[in-house]
């Protein structure tokens, strides 16, 4: 089984940037993709941000031109940097995991609030 590990969020004024990083530890042979997505009070959890291994990406169009995943196949460990972060980013990041058969992989969440 996979493990996610989501770390860097935080609180921050809107303007700010953090970044995301997501440790991928276990049996993580053949992933070929990992993404973030986020789920906001009320809110239905959606896409913000997805890497395949062959370097593909796609974007939440929310998210583009702001947000940029990026990967270290080293470090098995995915990166999402936000950049101009708007109150309504404010949400519970997650992070997610999935080859190309069986069930994705998702970490526990961390939290980004952006103040006004």
């Known amino acids: 089984q996979v493990q996610l590990v989501e770390s860097g969020g935080g609180l921050v004024q809107a303007g700010g940037s953090l970044r995301l990083s997501c440790a991928a530890s276990?049996?993580?042979?053949?992933?070929?993709?990992m993404g973030w997505y986020r789920q906001a009070p009320g809110k239905q959890r959606e896409l913000v941000a997805v890497?395949?291994?062959?370097?593909?990406?796609n974007y939440a169009d929310s998210a583009k031109g702001r947000f940029t995943i990026s990967r270290d196949n080293a470090k098995n460990t995915v990166y999402l940097q936000m950049n101009s972060l708007k109150p309504e980013d404010t949400a519970v990041y997650y992070c997610?995991?999935?080859?190309?058969?069986?069930?994705?992989?998702w970490g526990q969440g961390t939290q980004v609030t952006v103040s006004s």
């Open positions: 890497l395949t291994t062959g370097g593909n990406t």
């Open positions: 997610n995991a999935r080859r190309n058969w069986g069930a994705p992989y």
């Open positions: 276990g049996s993580i042979f053949s992933i070929s993709a």
